[in-house]
Each structure stands twice: as C-alpha cells, then as structure tokens.
T-cell receptor, first 115, second 113 residues
Framework: NAGVMQNPRHLVRRRGQEARLRCSPMKGHSHVYWYRQLPEEGLKFMVYLQKENIIDESGMPKERFSAEFPKEGPSILRIQQVVRGDSAAYFC?????????????FGPGTRLTVT | RKEVEQDPGPFNVPEGATVAFNCTYSNSASQSFFWYRQDCRKEPKLLMSVYSSGNEDGRFTAQLNRASQYISLLIRDSKLSDSATYLCVVEKAGGTSYGKLTFGQGTILTVHP
C-alpha cells in the first residue's frame, strides 16, 4: 500500500511564476490536508479538502494560493506569482474517513525554492 | 500565547538514557493529541496517538492530562536512532477546525554513544 505521494519533490521557480504542487493520498483515504513549513519554523496548517470540497481553508494566504481536490486525480496546491517568501517545504497529509481521532499520514513534501 | 508549546530543548542524552518531553496546549476544546517525529528535512511521521488513559508503545509512553492541558512523552532506553525532532500535535474536531492539526515548534533530541 503506497503512502502519500507528492510531486515534484523539489521545485525551483523564479519570482512571478506559478507553482503547482501535487498530492495523491494513501489508498482508501478521502481527506487531504496541506501544511507549510517555513525555514526554521514549525508546520502550519493551510487547507483541508475532501473530494470536490474545501472543508477548511483558514490557513491559506488570502491571495495567490488556491487548492483543489477533484473527483479524479491528485490534490493540487497552486501558488500564483510566487515571491521569495513562498520558499518552504509543503507537506500533504491524508487520513481515512473516521469519526474518531484523525491520524494523518504525511507525504515526503515538496521543497519550493523561489529565486 | 502559542496554541501548542513544547520544551525548547535541545536535549542531548547518552544511549540508554530516559528522556521526557512536555507540551501544553491552550485550546481546551482540543480533542485529539499526537506525537510525531521529524527527521532532518523529512516529513513528520506519526509516533503515537495520546489517550486520556495514557498509552505505551514499546519504549515510548505518552500521557495526557486534560485538566492541566498537558501532554508528555517518555522515551526509555534511548537509541541513536531516536535522534530527531519530536512534535507535539493537537487537533480540535468539530466545526471549521475539523481535521486541522496544530503543531508545536518541536523539541530536538540528540542521542550520543
């Protein structure tokens, strides 16, 4: 059973370009979460999605950032017009549908570098 | 005040030592609690969930005190491979915080020979 998959693992973008980060959850998992870890900082929640629905986007910056989890295919975190401050590790996590504790399993992350 | 606060560390201990990490959380509505470990520049990995009754997994023991809003992790007989950053994590289920994990800053543990 493959774990959470993210690609690309490393992404370099120039200021002003767009970055697209992809996440495929574990098999059987229908909940996807995105977190960001800035250099020397802790992980911060960005957005929680289920198929075709954004459940909680309270951690998303108001501008330039968007996320989706379509009916088919991976979840996408999209950053438009990237700036140097967007350089960070972006982790995706997934969990199964559950009424109990939400144990989230993380992918290897995408390290975004903005030059 | 931060939502989740951990011992600042770092902890530097010899192999075989027992080490304890503490964590406090500010939101009394938090319902689920976890310890994750993160190796340098890698993804966080779930170490264990934390239950009110306390739970043990081999050399690792986690405790939760809801009244004090306090979580702990005890590692016995430390191994070199335990060297990592340990993350205290809480989750508040329900409403718009459903599924949202809040991470502490992490405590760095180094186990030396």
């Amino acid at each position: 059973n493959a774990g959470v998959m993210q690609n690309p693992r490393h992404l370099v973008r120039r200021r002003g370009q767009e970055a697209r980060l992809r996440c495929s959850p574990m098999k059987g998992h229908s909940h996807v979460y995105w977190y960001r870890q800035l250099p020397e900082e802790g992980l911060k929640f960005m957005v929680y999605l289920q198929k075709e629905n954004i459940i909680d986007e309270s951690g998303m910056p108001k501008e330039r950032f968007s996320a989706e989890f379509p009916k088919e295919g991976p979840s996408i975190l999209r950053i438009q017009q990237v700036v140097r401050g967007d350089s960070a590790a972006y982790f995706c996590a997934s969990s199964p549908p559950s009424d109990y504790q939400y144990e989230q399993y993380f992918g290897p992350g995408t390290r975004l570098t903005v030059t | 005040r931060k939502e989740v606060e951990q011992d600042p560390g770092p902890f530097n201990v010899p192999e075989g030592a027992t080490v304890a990490f503490n964590c406090t959380y500010s939101n009394s509505a938090s319902q689920s609690f976890f310890w994750y470990r993160q190796d340098c520049r890698k993804e966080p990995k779930l170490l264990m969930s934390v239950y009110s009754s306390g739970n043990e997994d081999g050399r690792f023991t986690a405790q939760l005190n809801r009244a004090s809003q306090y979580i702990s992790l005890l590692i016995r007989d430390s191994k070199l491979s335990d060297s990592a950053t340990y993350l205290c994590v809480v989750e508040k289920a329900g409403g718009t915080s459903y599924g949202k994990l809040t991470f502490g800053q992490g405590t760095i543990l180094t186990v030396h020979p």
